[in-house]
């Protein structure tokens, strides 16, 4: 196989390690260019509006790398605790947006996945110290870091004593905790 074959058919077999591979490259030359004025200025003439929006895609594996070089461009820009707010309702959002996905839409397959032998029996095995525990502080530390939320807000979801107003405390404070961390870096750096 050649060479331009190769790269064709690992494009097509992993398309979303790909588009994560591209996030990152992004976020790299976000952050790393040195003729970012124009940039930074685009980002802060819209204040606080931006943090937001950020905050909603700082809680997506996707596009965290980018959100996290724009947080570290804005904390230089921005009042630190005004954005870790706003960026932080922002990252509720979207992290509302995956647990009510996965909470009302996918809670039926999961249900019925939990039910097949090799789960059941992994569930089984699990002490429930682990289950009531451990899992959810996994979820907080995911949650909380650059790591797509996806994962953490599914574990949650899936969790049958996690109300809805209980997750909305538990995500805008661990996502406000992370960008107020990469704030703090950027305004620092």
Do not use: H, W
């Not at 398309?15 to 976000?30: D, E, H, N, Q």
């Not at 509720?92 to 249900?111: A, K, W």
């Not at 451990?134 to 909380?144: H, T, W």
């Not at 599914?154 to 805008?172: D, E, G, M, Y």
């Amino acid at each position: 196989m050649k060479t331009k074959e190769r790269i064709f058919v690992l494009k097509l077999k992993y398309k979303k390690l790909m588009l994560l591979a591209l996030s990152f490259v992004i976020a790299y030359f976000l952050f790393s260019g040195r003729d970012i004025f124009l940039f930074r200025y685009l980002l802060t003439s819209f204040d606080y509006a931006v943090t937001f929006i950020v905050g909603v895609f700082f809680a997506y594996g996707l596009t965290a790398a980018p959100a996290t070089a724009i947080l570290l461009i804005l904390a230089k820009e921005q009042n630190i605790f005004l954005a870790t707010l706003v960026g932080g309702l922002g990252a509720l959002v979207g992290d509302l947006l995956i647990f009510n996905f996965i909470r009302f839409s996918l809670m039926d397959e999961i249900e019925l996945i939990s039910k097949e032998k090799i789960f059941f029996d992994i569930g089984q095995r699990l002490p429930t110290f682990f289950k009531r525990y451990l899992v959810p502080v996994l979820s907080g530390f995911i949650i909380a870091s650059p790591l797509p939320d996806e994962i953490g807000v599914a574990l949650l979801a899936t969790s049958t004593n996690i109300s809805q107003k209980l997750f909305f405390l538990i995500s805008f404070t661990l996502n406000a905790l992370g960008i107020f961390f990469i704030l703090t870096i950027g305004a620092n750096l």
